[in-house]
């Protein structure tokens, strides 16, 4: 058996789950956009505890505010909501302490053997 047909028959399956939120990319983006959280919620007409939430992920993402973020950072209303399901279906996984365990550090939860 070839290298690619052993591949093709294993294929990659990580133990570890990326644990990325809409924050982590927000913050990415304000940071590129040389604006803090305050600016962000002024420009957006969001109070600075939406924002803030959102950076430190106690706030869900919305319709409404994916909305008006994506007037201010050019990033698509829907990329925000399926960052955010994405993130709360990855944490959910994550929820059983016995499967994974979270590495806050690299930001991953890594499936315990």
Do not use: H
């Amino acid at each position: 058996m070839t290298v690619l047909e052993r591949k093709k028959a294993a294929p990659f399956r990580p133990n570890y789950i990326v644990l990325l939120s809409p924050g982590d990319v927000l913050k990415e983006k304000i940071d590129e956009m040389n604006l803090d959280a305050t600016e962000l919620a002024s420009r957006c007409k969001l109070p600075v505890e939406t924002i803030q939430g959102i950076l430190d992920t106690t706030t869900e993402m919305t319709q409404i505010i994916a909305d008006k973020l994506e007037q201010i950072t050019w990033i698509q209303a829907d990329s925000w909501i399926r960052m955010e399901e994405n993130y709360r279906q990855k944490l959910a996984l994550t929820a059983n302490p016995r499967e994974y365990a979270i590495d806050n550090e690299l930001g991953i939860a890594v499936k315990k053997s």
